[in-house]
């Protein structure tokens, strides 16, 4: 009920919008025309795979980052002095804005469909790599501790002591690589030739076809949604064995 | 901690050899990637560019627009936040158009942007409060929301007014959540504003990066990819700094600022 109220605003914006806006705009075309240009795009086939591609690219480069950042900070982590080693170019890569990396990278790797995963990966990677590397700083020596003394194999003690006590931390690197992601997956895109959301919205923006580029703002705008809810159910679901106040 | 161990001699000798090692590689041309540089020619592509004077004016574009962008998203975004936080009904009445507005990529936004305003700074601009908005937003309502009952038991014992209750009480009580969220709100600013250049306005580093990438210069373009690394990591150690500083009653703020 109070999630209905707090739409209020959006809605009524929406429907007064929808009454008084001009029907053929280049700026503010009415609610009703944007789905009319989404269909037009749904029917010439481009909808779709945009959607899919976008997707693709955003799930599958969120997926590598993860694996990878986790392996590589369990790594660098495990070390103080690998960990001191490498921290400025950590430092650096930290700072760097991301959205810089594509045209670097784009250049020498091209901007196809796995490069931009690649070049995606690039970009959000540091904040899990980071959080995985403090997180481990603070794994409790006693859990190490114990695990020795109750003889777990190293596998074992990576499963069940070192990546449980690192949910937390990764955790909260990939809340922040999905929002970097987010921006970057439709930058490779509108930078590159793909073909997924990034790209319509700017063909159609280059077309001056507002109504097409309202309806795509809107299929991003839920699917940014949808991405956020995803993040916090995975969440829940990582951190399901932690007490609610010590996530 | 000593200065040995401050100025992380290892950690720079890394940094050292991982360089060498990169200029040996292309030089020896066992990296064969026709626009990957070697570092010795970014060097040089940043002495082109500093001495055209093109890198600094850039420089100084970026961040230009990310400091008036934060500046806005500041101003707006803790008046905003305050209203959320303190007057219930309207909590009520936006907290889920904050949720769906906020989550938007703000790239999407940009097409849009693009149709309404134009190719033009002021494009720019707007986009960047957008996106840095939220944070302060979101961590102001939660600061002044959790301002302790007893506060307002003091403002009214003092007979404050309105408004001096919440300059004198609500704000500097919430000041550390509102600090968090202007950092935010301004590393956003800056990663916006360096993508509206390279879709947007034509100036800056963002479109310094892409200009070069055009033009088949890698190693101008690495150079203000290198320069823009180097901006966000002045901006941050800024940041950092300013928040401490700011922070009233020297307050332990490693753990506000996390």
Avoid at chain 2, 17 to 45: C, D, K, N, T
Avoid at chain 2, 63 to 77: E, H, N
Avoid at chain 2, 144 to 161: E, G, I, K, W
């Amino acid at each position: 009920m109070s999630r209905l109220t707090g739409l209020l605003p959006l809605a009524l914006l929406l429907v007064v919008w929808q009454l008084v806006g001009p029907e053929r705009s280049v700026t503010f075309p009415r609610p009703s025309t944007w789905l009319a240009g989404l269909q037009a795009m749904y029917a010439d086939g481009t909808l779709l795979p945009a959607v899919g591609t976008t997707l693709l690219t955003f799930v599958a480069s969120l997926i590598v980052a993860t694996a990878v950042g986790a392996a590589v900070g369990i790594v660098m982590g495990a070390s103080q002095r690998i960990d001191r080693a490498f921290t400025p170019i950590l430092d650096f890569f930290r700072s760097l804005p991301p959205p810089a990396i594509v045209p670097v990278a784009g250049l020498i790797l091209g901007l196809t469909l796995v490069t931009n995963v690649v070049i995606v990966v690039i970009g959000i990677v540091w904040p899990i790599l980071l959080n995985t590397i403090s997180g481990m700083h603070d794994v409790p020596r006693v859990r190490l501790d114990m695990a020795r003394s109750l003889g777990l194999t190293p596998l074992e003690r990576l499963t069940k002591v070192v990546l449980p006590s690192l949910a937390p931390r990764i955790m909260l690197g990939v809340r922040t690589a999905a929002s970097i992601s987010l921006i970057l997956t439709l930058l490779v895109d509108m930078l590159g030739t793909g073909d997924g959301l990034g790209r319509q919205l700017l063909l159609h923006q280059q077309r001056f076809q507002a109504n097409a580029v309202w309806g795509l703002l809107l299929v991003t705008g839920f699917f940014g949604y949808a991405a956020n809810t995803l993040i916090v159910v995975g969440e829940r679901y990582a951190l399901r064995h932690w007490p609610e106040g010590r996530r | 901690m000593g200065v040995v161990w401050r100025l992380n001699p290892t950690g720079w000798m890394v940094v050292i050899l991982a360089i060498g090692v990169w200029e040996v590689l292309v030089r020896a041309q066992i990296l064969r990637y026709a626009y990957l540089p070697a570092p010795s020619g970014v060097l040089s592509g940043f002495g082109d560019l500093l001495a055209s004077g093109a890198l600094l004016v850039d420089l100084l574009h970026t961040l230009g627009v990310a400091v008036l962008a934060s500046a806005l998203a500041i101003a707006i975004g803790v008046a905003l936040g305050a209203a959320i936080g303190l007057i219930p009904l309207f909590a009520a009445l936006t907290n889920a158009s904050v949720d769906v507005l906020r989550t938007i990529p703000t790239l999407a936004l940009i097409p849009v942007a693009l149709l309404i305003f134009g190719p033009e700074f002021r494009t720019e601009v707007i986009v960047a409060v957008y996106a840095a908005i939220w944070p302060v937003v979101i961590n102001t309502a939660g600061g002044v929301r959790a301002v302790h009952p007893r506060l307002y038991d003091v403002a009214r014992t003092f007979q404050l007014s309105g408004p001096e209750r919440l300059r004198k009480i609500v704000l500097p009580a919430a000041m550390p959540a509102i600090l968090v969220g202007g950092r935010l709100a301004v590393v956003s600013a800056l990663v916006v504003a360096v993508v509206a250049e390279m879709l947007v306005n034509p100036e800056g580093i963002g479109w310094g990066l892409i200009r070069t990438e055009q033009a088949l210069r890698p190693e101008r373009t690495w150079a203000y990819a290198v320069t823009s690394g180097a901006l966000g990591f002045a901006v941050n150690a800024f940041l950092v700094f300013a928040v401490r500083r700011a922070l009233p009653g020297g307050q332990d703020n490693r753990a506000v600022s996390r």
